[in-house]
Structure formats: C-alpha cells, structure tokens
C-alpha cells in the first residue's frame, strides 16, 4: 500500500471531512482492500455490495480524492520565506477547495 492507498485508506475508515458510510470502518475498508488492491476497488465493491450499497453516496469517491487534497495541500508557514505556502509541490489542485491563501499583509500576525 502506497502513501496515497494509506491515506485513502484512513479516509474511508472514518474521518470528520467525509460523511461515514454506515458499518464501514478501517478494520472493513482494510480487509476489502487486501482483497480487491485499491480503495478504489473497494468503493465499487461496496456499492455493488447488497449490505452496503444503498449507504454509498454515488459522489463518494470524488469525495474522497477532495479530502485527499486537503490532507495533502495544507498552507503552512515557512519561516525562512515568512510567508504560508502550500506543501504539495507538484500536485495539481483547486485552491479554492482547500481554502485561500492568506493576504500576505496578513500572515505576519498568523505565524
């Protein structure tokens, strides 16, 4: 399991930026994932699933890749810059899904 099926991982096993899907916790979303490879693959399983289907959001894993950013896109500050920058470096993502940059006048009284 790589960093990103980790994450994902977590995300699905229940955290407060996702709607939990009913009966579905890490010990579930790890035992489905040891079995189908991907969280990806286990979305589709549970939604083709009998139990678990009619308890999946059909946007559940575009919900899912957003939570993601936002574990993976926080703002924080650099003292060397003295400014807030992201830390994701080379992944592309909405800027206005994980929030603003703060005003650069503004962050002097953050940090």
């Known amino acids: 399991m790589d960093k990103n099926e ?51 959001p059909d946007d559940y894993w575009a919900q899912v890749q957003k939570v993601k950013t936002i574990f993976k896109c926080q703002t924080v500050y650099d003292p060397r810059e003295k400014k807030f920058v992201p830390i994701c470096e080379g992944f592309e993502f909405d800027q206005n899904y994980v929030g603003a940059l703060i005003d650069p006048e503004d962050q ?3 940090a």
């Open 6 to 56: 980790f994450v994902e991982t977590l995300i699905m096993g229940g955290c407060e930026y996702i709607g939990s899907i009913d009966r579905v916790g890490l010990k579930v979303v790890l035992k489905n994932h040891a079995k189908h490879g991907t969280c990806e693959k286990v979305v589709k399983d549970l939604k083709a699933n009998k139990l678990f289907k009619d308890r999946v």
């Open 108 to 110: 002097q009284g953050y």
